[in-house]
């Protein structure tokens, strides 16, 4: 009662606001801006990290959290300075961030309550094999990123197991019993027989009895396999965890028991203590899958164990249920295919079929006959093969090693991938020498750009120079481009490999290259023009090299003897942890979830900080109220706007006295940049414009409610400056321009945001002229977005003299299109107008084309994607 009434008496006595000088506020928000930068060169950095190029440890993955929540408080409490505590809710957002962060870095998974005891294949997150066990954990990716079909189901995850072991208080008994098989004072039959009986006589949890048979009523028969920690990755348990199918829906929580129990099977224990994969990461998870009732069903190998050098895969098949082919009883057809497009089949060796399994109507398996007719008949169409050949490249691709794939081929034609796990190929008697070998091909670029994704890859060249060239890249071949756009992401699943002329590894495309494990150099000069399109490379990315032609044995030693370095746990930690600091969920800052409350990430506090503490300078005319000490002066100049200038340090020359300045005494580099733009010749045009009947009675009605307030921007034009900083406020009429510049000779430092609202006519006709500015704005490599008659733009981390370019760009475009909106009649005009400016203008403001800087596009996307 007591803190109630304290806290209403703070509401009726408030304090006076307290007035602060704004070079404080500015300095605060300088600091805040550096902040920022280095939370993106983090973020930037984990990404590289995760990209194979260089080796780290949990110490760094510690050491890297504890700075972003040292440099996220400090963020944090510089926007409450300057927005006078408008926003003490995102601490509350950084602990929902951070705790579960530092858990991570403690120990193995916490599976806390946020964790589901039940999750949908299509819905499980990704990266968390603790979870959801590697079996599953596999099909998920396989499903979710390379959208190869699987069959529908849900995970029984291993926080439901821990649930289940302390309901039934068995965990310490099982600890004992494997601590007493472990010193050997009982043997492994005993052990297990003990331990099962213990799981199969438990009770299943209400709370998760109650997910498994919601999920349950969805089908009437379930194929329920294991899922353990590490199964189906490095390590393969292959037979020795309990599968059963066709299970009905009613009798799915007895076979999920029957599942953890078989975690303690005689030969589960004694593998598990051959590979020390004892104690807590024993953990269970249980994966349940539409039953497929297979016309026909097999393996493929991605590799061909016989003759590993032959660059052949194989495809065996055989009539019915998967069991007749997993359990050796029946011989198979067997299909050899080159591994290369178009994937023709070698040759076929088919075998004579006597039986097979199936479905049986009332649930269960039945063996029957197959009719002599059909004995000698291949199991799998060639189309079929070639289906299979194509996935399990992608596959082995993807997972980076040799795949043994199940599959399973329905009624109606459609093909299924049931699980795929790592082959392990014969291991040659001779280590070959890679170097010797790879000295034999000619070398067409050598120590050149980033690496985005560490790894090798082989196939045909394939330029990408424009959206249209998507739909036409082939599966397999090398992906070149000038530009790291985030457009080419659709096509980087089919890519063996991938350069890149312009980017960075801290970029949107480097991060989808991560993603789909496809290598990655950017920053490669004159890739284009050096590799041949058509022609076959072989991209080396661990040591920056391309070579020209296949180098068979350089990508067979890639495949079976380097070291997958994605699945080691520092790694998978690291990817874990980019999920809550890396993705970007607060992009439209309309949006009515664009609060404190809506920060899911670390990139999303950053993001919302960002944004309001530019929304607090922005608004600087409703914002002058707050402070004291403000000298400012005015501009003279030929052009007629009465521009006022507020100089924090070095924006005007020290010698002016007065309250007037000319052009001439500008020593704010971003504001001589933008006035040299505006006052070119035939930009700032006073000539009256045609008003047609329709604008006329637009421009009559047209009144300051549309999102815009009198008060807030009542005639000022406002310039606050330093010497490399710009704050510029214009009203010009009915329009509002709102620039934000920062332009330091440390290109990481700089940015240019833009903001334009209003017009005099119709909201088509204005919206009209924002799509003229998006469109001039995006040939110079503005990230843009257009809401009506908003546009907003931004541009990030140019050099100086590319920043200038774009800022004199900016000047001629605010006086261009300053009246355009009474001519844009139609919205041909805004193609007509464009043409008008580049013809026109642009060439003052970007003599070098709008490509400009070295950097441009990938400036554009990164670090902030989707701003």
């Not at 890249?473 to 089919?494: C, D, S």
């Amino acid at each position: 009662m007591f803190t109630g009434l304290q806290n209403l008496w703070h509401r009726l006595f408030k304090p006076p606001q307290q007035l602060v000088a704004f070079p404080e506020v500015f300095e605060r928000f300088q600091d805040l801006l550096h902040d920022h930068q280095k939370i993106m060169e983090i973020i930037a950095d984990l990404g590289e990290k995760s990209g194979g190029d260089y080796v780290f440890d949990r110490k760094y993955l510690l050491d890297t959290v504890n700075e972003l929540h040292s440099l996220l408080l400090r963020l944090v409490k510089g926007l409450n300075l300057i927005s006078g505590n408008r926003y003490v809710e995102l601490y509350a957002a950084l602990d929902r961030i951070l705790l579960p962060l530092e858990a991570e870095l403690r120990g193995r998974l916490s599976l806390t309550e946020e964790m589901p005891y039940v999750v949908g294949l299509k819905e499980a997150p990704l990266d968390l094999p603790e979870l959801v066990g590697g079996k599953a954990g596999v099909l998920m990716e396989i499903s979710q990123r390379l959208h190869v079909p699987v069959p529908d189901g849900f995970v029984v995850t291993t926080r439901a197991y821990r649930r289940f072991l302390d309901h039934n208080q068995v965990e310490g008994r099982i600890h004992s019993l494997l601590a007493s098989w472990i010193s050997e004072k009982l043997d492994t039959m005993q052990v297990s027989r003990q331990i099962q009986y213990a799981v199969l006589a438990g009770v299943m949890p209400q709370e998760v009895a109650r997910e498994i048979r919601r999920e349950a009523q969805a089908q009437p028969f379930w194929a329920v396999r294991s899922s353990a920690f590490g199964e189906d990755g490095e390590l393969s348990f292959a037979g020795l965890h309990e599968s059963i199918l066709q299970v009905p829906a009613t009798g799915l929580l007895e076979a999920v028991k029957k599942v953890w129990a078989s975690l303690y099977s005689p030969g589960a224990l004694s593998y598990r203590r051959q590979v020390g994969l004892l104690g807590e990461e024993a953990a269970m998870a249980v994966l349940c899958q539409e039953v497929v009732a297979s016309r026909a069903s097999g393996v493929v190998h991605s590799l061909d164990l016989e003759a590993p050098e032959s660059d052949g895969l194989v495809v065996y098949a055989h009539p019915g249920l998967g069991r007749t082919v997993m359990e050796g009883r029946a011989n198979l057809d067997r299909f050899l295919v080159e591994r290369r497009q178009p994937f023709p089949i070698r040759t076929k060796n088919i075998a004579v079929k006597e039986s097979y399994r199936r479905v049986a109507p009332g649930g269960g398996e039945e063996e029957v006959s197959v009719d002599p007719e059909e004995q000698e008949r291949p199991a799998l169409a060639e189309e079929d093969i070639q289906t299979l050949a194509r996935w399990s490249r992608t596959l082995e691709r993807y997972f980076k090693r040799p795949q043994e794939t199940e599959w399973a081929l329905d009624e109606k034609g459609r093909i299924w991938i049931l699980q795929s796990r790592r082959l392990t190929p014969p291991q040659p008697s001779e280590a070959p020498d890679i170097c010797e070998s790879c000295s034999a091909y000619p070398v067409l670029i050598k120590d050149q750009g980033a690496v985005a994704h560490a790894g090798v890859g082989a196939g045909p060249v394939f330029v990408v120079s424009s959206d249209q060239d998507l739909g036409r890249f082939p599966e397999g071949a090398v992906l070149v481009t000038r530009y790291t756009a985030p457009w080419l992401a659709p096509v980087v699943p089919k890519a063996v490999a991938m350069v890149a002329e312009r980017g960075s590894p801290a970029g949107h495309l480097a991060t989808i290259a991560r993603e789909f494990r496809v290598p990655t150099l950017v920053g490669v000069e004159n890739a284009v023009a050096l590799l041949p399109a058509g022609g076959d490379i072989t991209v080396d990315t661990h040591n920056r090299l391309i070579y020209q032609g296949r180098v068979a044995e350089l990508l067979r030693y890639e495949l079976i003897q380097s070291t997958a370095f994605e699945d080691a746990p520092e790694f998978r930690l690291l990817r874990r942890l980019l999920k809550r600091i890396a993705p970007l969920n607060l992009t439209d800052p309309q949006d009515s979830n664009f609060t404190p409350e809506g920060c899911r990430s670390v990139h999303d506090v950053i993001r919302f900080v960002h944004e309001k503490a530019v929304q607090e300078l922005m608004d600087l005319p409703r914002f002058l109220k707050r402070f004291k000490e403000a000298r400012v002066c005015t501009l003279i100049s030929e052009v007629p706007i009465g521009l006022k200038i507020w100089d924090l340090g070095g924006g005007i020359d020290p010698q002016a006295r007065g309250t007037q300045i000319t052009v001439a005494q500008i020593r704010s580099l971003p504001l001589q940049a933008i006035w040299a733009g505006v006052t070119l010749p035939g930009v700032w045009s006073t000539e009256p414009v045609a008003v047609d009947f329709k604008g006329l009675m637009a421009s009559l009605t047209r009144t300051l409610g549309d999102g815009m307030s009198a008060p807030d921007y009542l005639g000022i034009n406002l310039a606050v400056v330093t010497e490399t900083y710009l704050n510029l406020h214009l009203k010009l009429g009915y329009h509002y321009n709102l620039i934000d510049v920062r332009m330091d000779p440390d290109p990481h430092h700089n940015h240019i945001y833009f903001r334009f609202v209003g017009g005099v006519t119709d909201l088509t006709r204005r919206s009209r002229r924002a799509r003229l500015l998006a469109d001039v704005l995006s040939r110079y490599h503005f990230k843009v977005d257009i809401k009506g008659d908003l546009v907003l733009a931004r541009i990030l981390h140019l050099p100086q003299e590319e920043m200038r370019r774009r800022l004199i760009a900016l000047g001629q475009l605010i006086g261009f299109t300053r009246q355009l909106d009474m001519q844009l009649k139609s919205d041909e005009d805004v193609g007509h107008f464009l043409e008008v400016f580049v013809q026109r203008l642009e060439p003052a403001g970007d003599p070098q084309s709008p490509q400009g800087g070295k950097d441009g596009t990938e400036q554009v996307e990164n670090p902030h994607p989707g701003r």
